[in-house]
T-cell receptor, first 113, second 111 residues
Framework: QQQVKQSPQSLIVQKGGISIINCAYE??????FPWYQQFPGKGPALLIA?????SEKKEGRFTISFNKSAKQFSLHIMDSQPGDSATYFC????????????FGKGTRLHILP | DAGVTQSPTHLIKTRGQHVTLRCSPI?????VSWYQQVLGQGPQFIFQ???????GRGNFPDRFSARQFPNYSSELNVNALLLGDSALYLC??????????FGSGTRLTVV
């Protein structure tokens, strides 16, 4: 049972373009939605996170859009740069209980120079 | 500031053997979680410990066990290794529940 579905599996974007990654979740008990960035040979690093009481959160070039009724959220990377080339994971968790993070399958993003 | 440190970084084991992976959390962090990341997939939750008590366990067989020590460091043990246990094992720590910082992981290869 995949509780967090992520698309696309891979994405190629021109330098300066907008990268968009989408996720959908099933469990309405989730109350914390982080995005992680992972480079080869490294662990995932928290990029940006949102709680369901807000519809959008922006940090620099990274924006999360959140649609609670549709149970969907997305990551937008503005002015994409070659250094953004990495694997991105959306995730969800409940901050009550065992606090486990449920990850999507990941999106391999490649920014063309 | 030291991040989450894991040892060893790489490990090769034979089927049927036992392995112990170690994790040192960020100083002051009391919560430690373990995740398994198979190549090409997202990490999957194995265990969570807070203040030395097990707070959560993922859908993994009893061959997997863990513990947290008084200094909040942690060990993940896997018995009777299978080829399918080959993966990147990630440790993450947090001051309290949530906001986890991940280490770079231990790459385990079972042959």
């Amino acid at each position: 049972q995949q509780q967090v579905k992520q698309s696309p599996q891979s994405l190629i974007v021109q330098k300066g373009g907008i990268s968009i990654i989408n996720c959908a979740y099933e469990n309405t008990a989730f109350d914390y939605f982080p995005w992680y960035q992972q480079f080869p040979g490294k662990g995932p690093a928290l990029l940006i996170a949102i709680r369901p009481d807000v519809s959008e959160k922006k940090e620099g070039r990274f924006t999360i859009s959140f649609n609670k009724s549709a149970k969907q959220f997305s990551l937008h990377i503005m002015d994409s740069q070659p250094g953004d080339s990495a694997t991105y994971f959306c995730a969800a968790s409940t901050t009550r209980g065992d606090d486990k993070i449920i990850f999507g399958k990941g999106t391999r993003l490649h920014i063309l120079p | 500031d030291a991040g989450v440190t894991q040892s060893p970084t790489h490990l090769i084991k034979t089927r049927g053997q036992h392995v112990t992976l170690r994790c040192s959390p960020i100083s002051g962090h009391k919560s430690v979680s373990w995740y398994q990341q198979v190549l090409g997939q997202g990490p999957q939750f194995i265990f969570q410990y807070y203040e030395k008590e097990e707070r959560g366990r993922g859908n993994f067989p009893d061959r997997f066990s863990a513990r947290q020590f008084p200094n909040y460091s942690s060990e993940l043990n896997v018995n009777a290794l299978l080829l399918g246990d080959s993966a990147l094992y990630l440790c993450a720590s947090s001051f309290t529940m949530g906001g986890y910082t991940f280490g770079s992981g231990t790459r385990l290869t079972v042959v």
